[in-house]
Protein backbone atom coordinates (compact mmCIF):
# COMPACT_ATOMS: atom_id res chain seq x y z
CA UNK A 1 0.00 0.00 0.00
CA UNK A 2 1.05 3.50 -1.00
CA UNK A 3 0.49 6.68 0.71
CA UNK A 4 1.55 10.04 -0.62
CA UNK A 5 0.20 13.67 0.37
CA UNK A 6 0.92 15.67 -2.48
CA UNK A 7 -0.17 19.86 -2.31
CA UNK A 8 -3.63 19.98 -1.99
CA UNK A 9 -5.22 16.25 -2.39
CA UNK A 10 -4.20 13.13 0.14
CA UNK A 11 -4.15 9.95 -1.41
CA UNK A 12 -3.83 6.17 -1.04
CA UNK A 13 -3.52 3.38 -3.37
CA UNK A 14 -4.15 -0.61 -3.07
CA UNK A 15 -4.23 -3.52 -4.65
CA UNK A 16 -1.65 -2.51 -7.00
CA UNK A 17 -1.01 -3.38 -9.67
CA UNK A 18 -3.95 -5.82 -10.90
CA UNK A 19 -6.71 -4.06 -9.74
CA UNK A 20 -5.79 -0.97 -8.48
CA UNK A 21 -7.86 0.94 -5.91
CA UNK A 22 -7.23 4.64 -4.76
CA UNK A 23 -8.64 6.32 -2.13
CA UNK A 24 -8.67 10.15 -2.33
CA UNK A 25 -9.12 13.19 0.53
CA UNK A 26 -10.94 16.06 -0.88
CA UNK A 27 -10.29 19.45 1.45
CA UNK A 28 -13.29 21.14 2.40
CA UNK A 29 -14.77 22.81 -0.06
CA UNK A 30 -12.87 21.56 -2.80
CA UNK A 31 -14.06 19.80 -6.15
CA UNK A 32 -12.50 16.44 -8.03
CA UNK A 33 -13.33 15.23 -11.07
CA UNK A 34 -13.87 11.95 -11.71
CA UNK A 35 -14.37 9.90 -15.19
CA UNK A 36 -18.25 8.41 -15.26
CA UNK A 37 -19.13 5.35 -12.71
CA UNK A 38 -15.44 5.00 -11.31
CA UNK A 39 -17.00 6.33 -7.83
CA UNK A 40 -17.06 3.21 -5.40
CA UNK A 41 -17.43 4.71 -2.22
CA UNK A 42 -17.63 8.20 -0.67
CA UNK A 43 -18.75 10.39 2.69
CA UNK A 44 -21.82 11.38 3.15
CA UNK A 45 -20.86 14.99 3.32
CA UNK A 46 -19.44 14.26 -0.46
CA UNK A 47 -21.82 16.34 -3.36
CA UNK A 48 -22.03 15.18 -6.46
CA UNK A 49 -22.82 17.13 -10.14
CA UNK A 50 -22.47 15.69 -13.51
CA UNK A 51 -21.30 17.36 -16.59
CA UNK A 52 -20.55 17.77 -19.96
CA UNK A 53 -17.31 17.69 -21.06
CA UNK A 54 -15.77 17.30 -24.60
CA UNK A 55 -18.77 17.20 -26.19
CA UNK A 56 -19.03 15.09 -29.59
CA UNK A 57 -15.54 14.63 -29.67
CA UNK A 58 -15.30 13.22 -26.43
CA UNK A 59 -17.99 10.77 -27.67
CA UNK A 60 -16.15 9.54 -30.39
CA UNK A 61 -13.35 8.46 -28.22
CA UNK A 62 -15.83 5.58 -27.02
CA UNK A 63 -15.78 7.13 -23.58
CA UNK A 64 -18.62 8.98 -21.77
CA UNK A 65 -19.18 12.75 -22.34
CA UNK A 66 -20.12 13.32 -18.83
CA UNK A 67 -17.77 13.45 -16.10
CA UNK A 68 -18.81 14.14 -12.06
CA UNK A 69 -17.34 16.44 -10.01
CA UNK A 70 -17.24 15.72 -6.31
CA UNK A 71 -17.17 18.45 -4.01
CA UNK A 72 -16.77 18.07 0.28
CA UNK A 73 -19.19 20.14 2.05
CA UNK A 74 -18.51 21.12 6.12
CA UNK A 75 -15.01 19.28 6.13
CA UNK A 76 -13.15 17.12 4.21
CA UNK A 77 -14.30 13.69 2.97
CA UNK A 78 -13.14 10.40 1.31
CA UNK A 79 -13.91 9.13 -1.91
CA UNK A 80 -12.81 5.45 -3.63
CA UNK A 81 -12.02 5.04 -6.86
CA UNK A 82 -12.25 1.74 -8.88
CA UNK A 83 -10.94 1.78 -12.87
CA UNK A 84 -13.64 0.14 -15.24
CA UNK A 85 -10.93 -2.13 -16.44
CA UNK A 86 -8.76 -4.54 -13.84
CA UNK A 87 -4.86 -2.86 -13.89
CA UNK A 88 -2.96 -0.37 -12.20
CA UNK A 89 -3.58 3.40 -11.26
CA UNK A 90 -0.75 5.81 -11.12
CA UNK A 91 -0.62 9.80 -10.00
CA UNK A 92 1.47 12.55 -10.99
CA UNK A 93 0.96 16.01 -9.94
CA UNK A 94 1.09 18.39 -12.76
CA UNK A 95 3.37 21.94 -12.40
CA UNK A 96 1.76 23.64 -15.43
CA UNK A 97 2.61 21.34 -17.79
CA UNK A 98 0.51 18.89 -19.77
CA UNK A 99 -0.03 15.32 -20.08
CA UNK A 100 -1.49 13.27 -23.22
CA UNK A 101 -2.94 10.10 -21.72
CA UNK A 102 -4.60 7.31 -23.83
CA UNK A 103 -8.53 7.13 -24.70
CA UNK A 104 -10.02 5.16 -21.65
CA UNK A 105 -6.43 6.58 -19.33
CA UNK A 106 -8.24 9.43 -17.51
CA UNK A 107 -9.51 8.60 -13.74
CA UNK A 108 -9.83 11.73 -11.99
CA UNK A 109 -7.95 15.22 -10.99
CA UNK A 110 -7.84 18.39 -9.37
CA UNK A 111 -10.30 20.99 -10.60
CA UNK A 112 -7.97 23.59 -11.95
CA UNK A 113 -6.84 20.38 -14.61
CA UNK A 114 -8.10 21.18 -18.02
CA UNK A 115 -9.35 18.18 -19.63
CA UNK A 116 -9.49 18.28 -23.42
CA UNK A 117 -9.79 15.80 -26.06
CA UNK A 118 -7.42 16.35 -28.66
CA UNK A 119 -7.55 14.66 -32.15
CA UNK A 120 -4.18 12.57 -33.35
CA UNK A 121 -5.02 13.17 -37.13
CA UNK A 122 -6.38 10.69 -39.66
CA UNK A 123 -2.44 9.15 -40.44
CA UNK A 124 -1.38 8.91 -36.43
CA UNK A 125 -4.41 7.07 -35.75
CA UNK A 126 -5.77 4.55 -38.64
CA UNK A 127 -2.52 3.49 -38.75
CA UNK A 128 -1.50 3.43 -35.04
CA UNK A 129 -4.32 0.63 -34.92
CA UNK A 130 -6.00 2.42 -31.87
CA UNK A 131 -7.76 5.80 -31.18
CA UNK A 132 -8.07 8.67 -33.21
CA UNK A 133 -8.12 10.90 -30.14
CA UNK A 134 -6.10 11.31 -27.30
CA UNK A 135 -6.77 13.13 -23.97
CA UNK A 136 -4.81 16.05 -23.22
CA UNK A 137 -4.35 17.05 -19.36
CA UNK A 138 -2.70 20.16 -18.48
CA UNK A 139 -2.78 22.95 -15.80
CA UNK A 140 -1.30 23.06 -11.67
CA UNK A 141 -2.92 19.72 -9.80
CA UNK A 142 -3.60 16.33 -9.13
CA UNK A 143 -4.55 13.49 -11.68
CA UNK A 144 -4.82 9.62 -11.63
CA UNK A 145 -4.77 8.05 -14.83
CA UNK A 146 -5.36 3.84 -14.95
CA UNK A 147 -4.44 1.30 -17.24
CA UNK A 148 -4.80 -2.45 -18.57
CA UNK A 149 -2.06 -4.64 -16.84
CA UNK A 150 0.96 -2.81 -14.53
CA UNK A 151 2.12 0.52 -15.40
CA UNK A 152 5.98 1.45 -15.76
CA UNK A 153 7.60 4.81 -16.29
CA UNK A 154 10.23 4.88 -18.45
CA UNK A 155 12.43 8.72 -19.06
CA UNK A 156 13.22 9.35 -22.83
CA UNK A 157 16.53 11.12 -23.17
CA UNK A 158 16.26 10.72 -27.44
CA UNK A 159 14.65 8.09 -28.99
CA UNK A 160 12.35 5.33 -27.55
CA UNK A 161 9.97 2.88 -29.85
CA UNK A 162 6.96 1.28 -27.89
CA UNK A 163 4.51 -0.82 -28.70
CA UNK A 164 1.09 1.35 -29.95
CA UNK A 165 -1.19 -0.65 -28.08
CA UNK A 166 1.27 -0.45 -24.47
CA UNK A 167 0.92 3.36 -24.60
CA UNK A 168 -0.70 4.73 -21.45
CA UNK A 169 0.52 8.16 -21.25
CA UNK A 170 3.26 10.21 -22.45
CA UNK A 171 4.21 13.94 -21.44
CA UNK A 172 4.08 17.09 -24.21
CA UNK A 173 7.88 17.50 -24.59
CA UNK A 174 7.37 14.57 -26.50
CA UNK A 175 7.00 14.37 -30.48
CA UNK A 176 6.07 11.21 -31.91
CA UNK A 177 5.27 9.01 -35.18
CA UNK A 178 3.88 6.02 -36.06
CA UNK A 179 5.95 3.40 -37.83
CA UNK A 180 5.67 -0.29 -38.54
CA UNK A 181 8.54 -2.66 -37.49
CA UNK A 182 10.02 -5.19 -39.65
CA UNK A 183 7.90 -5.67 -43.36
CA UNK A 184 5.16 -6.29 -44.50
CA UNK A 185 4.58 -9.96 -43.30
CA UNK A 186 5.58 -9.06 -39.63
CA UNK A 187 2.91 -6.19 -40.00
CA UNK A 188 -0.11 -8.71 -41.04
CA UNK A 189 1.57 -12.20 -39.24
CA UNK A 190 3.64 -11.77 -36.57
CA UNK A 191 1.48 -10.21 -33.61
CA UNK A 192 3.36 -6.99 -33.65
CA UNK A 193 3.78 -4.79 -36.72
CA UNK A 194 2.96 -1.04 -35.40
CA UNK A 195 4.72 1.23 -32.89
CA UNK A 196 5.25 4.61 -31.71
CA UNK A 197 8.58 6.47 -32.28
CA UNK A 198 9.35 9.25 -29.69
CA UNK A 199 11.54 11.49 -29.94
CA UNK A 200 12.71 14.37 -27.57
CA UNK A 201 13.12 14.36 -24.02
CA UNK A 202 10.16 13.62 -21.66
CA UNK A 203 8.62 10.36 -19.94
CA UNK A 204 6.27 7.80 -21.02
CA UNK A 205 4.31 5.37 -19.07
CA UNK A 206 3.41 1.72 -20.90
CA UNK A 207 0.86 -0.64 -19.76
CA UNK A 208 2.47 -4.47 -19.37
CA UNK A 209 -0.81 -5.64 -20.94
CA UNK A 210 -2.72 -5.51 -24.41
CA UNK A 211 -6.62 -5.30 -24.79
CA UNK A 212 -6.66 -6.84 -27.96
CA UNK A 213 -4.67 -9.45 -27.44
CA UNK A 214 -6.41 -10.88 -24.47
CA UNK A 215 -9.83 -10.52 -26.59
CA UNK A 216 -7.83 -12.75 -29.00
CA UNK A 217 -7.45 -14.87 -26.65
CA UNK A 218 -10.19 -15.63 -24.65
CA UNK A 219 -12.91 -15.62 -27.93
CA UNK A 220 -11.97 -19.46 -28.27
CA UNK A 221 -13.61 -19.85 -25.12
CA UNK A 222 -17.02 -17.85 -25.20
CA UNK A 223 -20.21 -19.48 -25.55
CA UNK A 224 -20.96 -20.45 -29.41
CA UNK A 225 -25.02 -21.18 -30.82
CA UNK A 226 -25.17 -24.67 -32.24
Known amino acids: METQ ?19 ITIPAEEKLKVEAAAMA ?17 RFLTGES ?4 EFTAKNGSGNIQLAPSCPGDVDHIYLNNESIYLQNSAFLASSDSISIETKFQGLLKGFFSGENLFLIK ?6 LWFNSYGGIIAINVEDDYVVDTGHIVAFTSGLDYSISKVG ?13 CRFKGQGKIWIQTR ?17
Not at 5 to 23: A, H, L, R, S
Open 41 to 57: TMDTNIEMKTKLRGGFS
Open 210 to 226: KINPFLGWINPFRPSKK
Open 5 to 23: NIKKFEYTMECKPDYGFVT
Open 183 to 195: GYKSLFFSGEGLV
Open 137 to 142: CSGQGD
Open 65 to 68: IFIN
